[in-house]
């Protein structure tokens, strides 16, 4: 948000002794926050001294450790593969504040990864020339200056804060509704694969090196990732992410709707260039008696839809379905085959990146999407438990008894 005041009404700290008239501009806002209760910013430089987040609105009591928020970062890091970027980073997380003796403590919760493996020099071209597809030349039109080694906070080694955030919120996803996030490669170029949405694993994810839990898909994936890199290419390709156990009632009407804040979250992430939930593009097709998802009640008196063409969002606001998005990913901009560009000062010229760089993004992008997922959840849920929990449901609720008790003593 920019407040613009004239400087006679700002008082005296924004007054210029040769004018009254002087604006006195400031700026509450700057695009490394998300969240309006579960507040996360992120800070960091890809080639600086760290990168990291810090986390506010976290509630008091939750059992947290850095063990936990270190099993999605090692997901992240480079250098897991032959399909990922080499370098070398541990990644290592460190709880600067907030946590006691593995407990929260309401506070805002510090945590900075150290980086290790920088090679600032691969970048030294870069200075002067616009990598194509890249950040560098729409940093300079903004800022006028930017972090040219590795590109800075442009860079997806900024996901790390979101990751490490991420860690926590899906942890107080799970204490309160039992809440499973779980995202895999459902496409790479155009091979893509056969999943049961409502079956697989982390396991299964996590079974082979392109995180795709069909091994005949994935052996496709990673020979297509491979094909591309021995050439200097990349290529692009698809996560799907599944959310199971939501609590019912997430979201807000019109402008906050819950796929609003998703679509959000996950174009946000570095290379994304495409969201759907549930149908998708392919609802458009339909007509309205096909895409529909009917009620029933279950044997447990919940109410339930007997189809999930909505995705687990009706209104904007979670139905208690699995929640099912998908994201598409770019080829990643950085390869090693000369391409034509401008310097800063204009002048045409080409240019063969160096740098380390994944071939494709996807693999390593599950666990960042899982994790913005998880942040929309957390701040979705503590929104919705301040407006609607305080006061008793009794009598409030019609059909489906489990609404009136699904934050109770944390479980639906």
């Known amino acids: 948000m920019l407040n613009l005041q004239h400087s006679a009404r700002a008082g005296p700290a924004c007054r210029s002794r040769a004018t009254t ?38 509630p008091p009591r939750l059992a947290i450790t850095e063990d936990e928020i270190q099993l999605e970062l090692d997901r992240r890091k480079p250098g897991q593969s032959i399909i990922t970027t080499p370098r070398k980073e541990d990644d290592i997380a460190e709880i600067l504040s907030g946590v006691v003796d593995g407990v929260t403590l309401g506070t805002p919760i510090a945590i900075v990864v150290r980086n290790k493996d920088q090679k600032s020099q691969d970048y030294s071209e870069m200075s002067v020339a616009y990598r194509p597809s890249h950040a560098d030349a729409t940093y300079d039109f903004k800022y006028g200056i930017r972090a040219v080694a590795g590109g800075g906070r442009s860079s997806a080694r900024e996901t790390i804060g979101r990751v490490a955030a991420g860690a926590v919120a899906k942890k107080l996803l799970k204490v309160i509704g ?28 996590e079974s082979n090196i392109v995180r795709c839990p069909d091994q005949a898909a994935a052996q496709k994936m990673i020979d297509a990732i491979n ?34 804040e998703l679509a959000k979250a996950m174009l946000s992430l570095p290379a994304t260039k495409g969201f759907e939930i549930g149908s998708g593009f392919a609802g458009a097709a339909m007509v309205g008696s096909e895409h529909n998802d009917e009620f029933y009640i279950d044997e447990q008196g919940r109410v339930r839809t007997r189809t999930n063409r909505s995705g687990g969002v009706q209104g904007g606001l979670s139905n208690g379905e699995d929640i099912v998005i998908r994201v598409a990913f770019k080829p990643t901009s950085t390869i090693g085959i000369k391409q034509n560009t401008v310097t800063r000062d204009g002048q045409a010229t080409e240019l063969r990146a160096r740098g380390r760089h994944d071939p494709c993004v996807v693999p390593r992008a599950v666990p960042m999407v899982e994790s913005m997922v998880a942040l929309v959840l957390a701040d979705q849920l503590l929104q919705h438990y301040a407006q609607c929990e305080l006061l008793p449901r009794d009598g409030a609720v019609g059909a489906d008894p489990t609404v009136t008790r699904q934050f109770a003593h944390g479980r639906a």
């Open 227 to 260: 094909e591309v890199r021995t050439r200097g290419e990349s290529c692009g390709g698809e996560v799907t992410c599944v959310v199971r156990r939501c609590p019912k009632g997430l979201g807000s009407p019109v402008f906050d709707k819950l796929e609003a």
């Open 21 to 58: 008239r002087k604006l006195c501009v400031s700026v509450s806002a700057a695009g490394s926050t998300y969240g309006n209760n579960f507040r996360v910013t992120t800070f960091g430089e890809s080639h600086g001294k760290g990168v990291g987040c810090v986390i506010d609105g976290v």
């Open 178 to 205: 039992d809440t499973e996030i779980l995202a895999y490669v459902s496409k790479v170029r155009d091979i893509g694969c056969s999943v049961d949405n409502g079956a697989f694993t982390l396991e299964d994810v």
